[in-house]
Every structure is written in structure tokens, then in C-alpha cells.
């Protein structure tokens, strides 16, 4: 069994910034893609960003590329979101997520994630 552990949100205005971490447990992690995705009210969970296995390649979704840089840690089993330049279209509740072995065609989409945290909100006010 694995468990994600979400942590980090909160409110912050346009142009701030946050970090989340994700702590995870269980023995697969560091063989795993990481991801986090993120949904606003009312819309479909969304890709933001992935980490291959170790650390050497990350994804970005368009809209935060340049601004956010995912990071993991597999000795600590922990996975990383700095946020930096927060704009309002940023709020989402923020979900850390278990991916495959590697990265694939199909790595964006929430399918390909076995395991997820219970997420954490993130809010940025203009």
C-alpha cells in the first residue's frame, strides 16, 4: 500500500509564492514517476507536473512552466511543487500522485496514476 500526504497549501496573494511537499510511503516510490495535478471548482483534474524517477527529467504543463519547478527527494521519499509568480487561475486543490515506471505517451493523464494524496488547497486572491 502506498500513502501520499499532501502539505503546504494556503492563501496568497498574486505574485506570491508557496511550496508543497508530498511525503510518501511505501517501498515503489523511488521507482515511480511522480506527479501533481490539480482541480478547480467545477472543472476536471488536471496535469500540472512530473518528476521521472530520478529526478533527471520533470514536465511542465503549459500555463506553469517557467513559474513552478517540481523536485524530489527518493532518499526522504518526498516530492516537491515550488510554486513562484502565483496568479488567481492557480487556485485548485493540489494532488500529489503516484505514476508509472516511466514516462510514457499517456503520462499527463490522471489514468496513468495509481495512488493519490487527499490534496491541498491552494488559494491566490488578486
Known amino acids: 500500500q502506498v500513502q501520499l500526504v499532501e502539505s503546504g497549501g494556503g492563501l496568497v496573494q498574486a505574485g506570491g509564492s508557496l511550496r508543497l511537499s508530498c511525503a510518501a510511503s511505501g517501498r515503489t516510490f523511488s521507482s515511480r514517476v511522480m506527479g501533481w495535478f490539480r482541480q478547480a471548482p467545477g472543472e476536471e483534474r488536471r496535469f500540472v507536473a512530473a518528476?521521472?524517477?530520478?529526478?533527471?527529467?520533470?514536465y511542465y504543463t503549459d500555463s506553469v512552466e517557467g513559474r513552478f519547478t517540481i523536485s524530489r527527494d527518493n532518499a526522504k521519499t518526498m516530492v516537491y511543487l515550488q510554486m513562484n509568480s502565483l496568479k488567481p487561475e492557480d487556485t485548485a486543490v493540489y494532488y500529489c500522485?503516484?505514476?508509472?515506471?516511466?514516462?510514457?505517451?499517456?503520462?499527463?493523464?490522471?489514468?496513468?496514476?495509481?495512488?493519490w494524496g487527499q490534496g491541498t488547497q491552494v488559494t491566490v486572491t488578486s
Open positions: 500522485a503516484r505514476g508509472p515506471y516511466l514516462i510514457g505517451i499517456s503520462f499527463s493523464a490522471p489514468a496513468s496514476y495509481d495512488y
Open positions: 518528476i521521472s524517477w530520478r529526478g533527471d527529467n520533470t
